[in-house]
């Protein structure tokens, strides 16, 4: 598998990520990490720019405190 193929399953797939020793699954990974892990982690397995997943975060928390707004 090339790294197009790699990159296109992440983006497709919901449990699929670049990590051999959970089963490239991410409920495996994260059953194996419950604490977390570093960004420079989550972009290796992402295989995205490390600025990219701070971000993904980023937006992510606006989205949630856009929801949390919407429901006062």
């Avoid at 089963?23 to 495996?28: D, E, I, Q, R, T």
């Avoid at 982690?41 to 720019?49: E, F």
């Amino acid at each position: 598998m090339d790294k197009t193929d790699i990159e296109k399953r992440i983006a497709e797939e919901e449990d699929y990520i670049r990590c051999p020793k959970s089963g490239n699954s991410l409920a495996k990974f994260l059953a194996k990490n419950g604490d977390g892990v570093e960004d420079a982690t989550i972009a290796r397995l992402l295989m995205i720019p490390e600025d990219k997943v701070q971000e993904l975060y980023q937006d992510a928390a606006e989205k949630l405190k856009e929801g949390m707004a919407e429901d006062e």
